[in-house]
């Protein structure tokens, strides 16, 4: 991976890519403090840093999450509080703005649904238009970017507050000169043009420092999905 070895190359540490064959086998590897360095979504964040102890060391620049409600443009429902006792379909449990955002607020508001998951943002829309659900959750840009012949029949609902993105964070037993050259490395990947190109290439336009209370108002939602994991 280029950005990898660009961050190895600035910094001196080896620094490798892996993964995990699946989200729960991901979250108990996390849990169990493989990685030294994890890239990961906002709630898995606030949850991990809670055990073994994760600390956020950076976040993507000029970006925030923001999940959407879609309904069928003929559908007269007017609020999301119309949605409660109400089936609604989602991309998969782990899509943290389209799925864990919408549900976290509505529980939030006391408005209960059913969740189906459908796999994916388009067949959330698809659904919703064919009238198989009244309601589905996804994002802007991928509501966007999604058949005309689709969205024309669509139309949002409820439009979520912004959320402070994915976080690249460390494990405690990093050395504090250690955790210092990799962020220093990532806040700095924009300021060449080869960094610019790998920052391009994942979507980014840049990276810039972040620290554990930017993540309050996820820890603000309340989301309980991963609890368990703390009693086993």
Do not use: C
Not at 98 to 115: H, M, V, W
Not at 117 to 144: E, P, Q, W
Not at 194 to 206: D, E, M, N, T, Y
């Amino acid at each position: 991976m280029p950005i990898l070895e660009n961050l190895s190359e600035t910094t001196g540490f080896s620094i490798e890519f892996h993964t995990a064959s699946t989200i729960p086998e991901f979250e108990q590897r996390v849990l169990n403090g493989e990685y030294d360095l994890v890239y990961m979504n906002p709630y898995h964040y606030t949850f991990f840093h809670q055990q073994p102890g994760y600390v956020a060391l950076a976040k993507q620049k000029d970006q925030k999450l923001q999940g959407i409600i879609v309904v069928a443009q003929e559908n007269p429902i007017k609020s999301i509080q119309d949605l409660d006792g109400k089936s609604l379909a989602f991309p998969s449990p782990a899509a943290f703005a389209a799925t864990i955002i919408p549900q976290a607020l509505l529980k939030k508001e006391g408005i209960n649904i059913e969740s189906q998951y459908v796999s994916s943002h388009d067949s959330v829309y698809l659904n919703v238009a064919n009238g198989f659900f009244v309601a589905g959750g996804g994002i802007k840009r991928t509501f966007n970017n999604a058949p005309k012949a689709i969205t024309s029949q669509l139309r949002i609902l409820w439009e979520s507050p912004s959320f402070t993105p994915h976080a690249f964070a460390y494990h405690p037993r990093l050395h504090s000169d250690q955790v210092s050259a990799v962020q220093n490395a990532l806040v700095n990947l924009d300021q060449t043009e080869k960094g610019r190109l790998q920052l391009k290439a994942i979507g980014f336009s840049g990276i810039e420092a972040a620290r554990d209370s930017d993540w309050d108002d996820i820890r603000e939602l309340d989301i309980q999905t991963l609890s368990h994991l703390l009693k086993e």
